[in-house]
């Protein structure tokens, strides 16, 4: 039985062995299938950059939603931190009531 460890343990080496075996037919349907691909890539580049730089776009605008809320996330728990060790447990209460309040607004945008 193997218990469960956090340290990685090395594997045994594989051997792979690719047996030289020549078949005509694959081969042309190979280099069929090549050249198509080659066409079609000089015939939709124009197409495929654009849907490059869309998808670039849409996640540098969530990266910048989710760095903000990052730190909104940040800046709410060192408050909260900050203020038990200033005011005592009563900040502690008041962020317990307001804290759900946000994940749940945060859940509720997400899944609109």
């Known amino acids: 039985m193997k218990f469960p460890s956090l340290s990685r343990i090395p594997k045994y080496k594989r051997?792979?062995?690719?047996?030289?075996?020549?078949?005509?037919?694959k081969e042309d349907i190979r280099n069929r299938t090549q050249?198509?691909?080659e066409e079609l890539k000089v015939t939709s580049a124009h197409a495929h950059r654009a849907h490059i730089k869309?998808?670039?776009d849409r996640r540098e605008?969530?990266?910048?939603?989710?760095?903000?809320?990052?730190?909104?996330?940040?800046?709410?728990?060192l408050g909260a931190?900050?203020?038990?060790?200033?005011y005592g447990n009563v900040v502690l209460?008041?962020?317990?009531?307001?804290?759900p309040l946000y994940l749940y607004l945060r859940t509720r945008k997400f899944f609109q």
């Open 15 to 25: 051997f792979t062995f690719e047996p030289r075996y020549y078949d005509p037919v």
């Open 54 to 56: 869309s998808a670039f």
């Open 61 to 77: 605008r969530r990266q910048k939603s989710s760095d903000f809320m990052q730190l909104l996330l940040i800046v709410i728990l």
């Open 35 to 37: 050249r198509i691909k």
């Open 93 to 99: 209460y008041i962020f317990m009531l307001v804290f």
């Open 81 to 86: 931190f900050g203020g038990w060790i200033i």
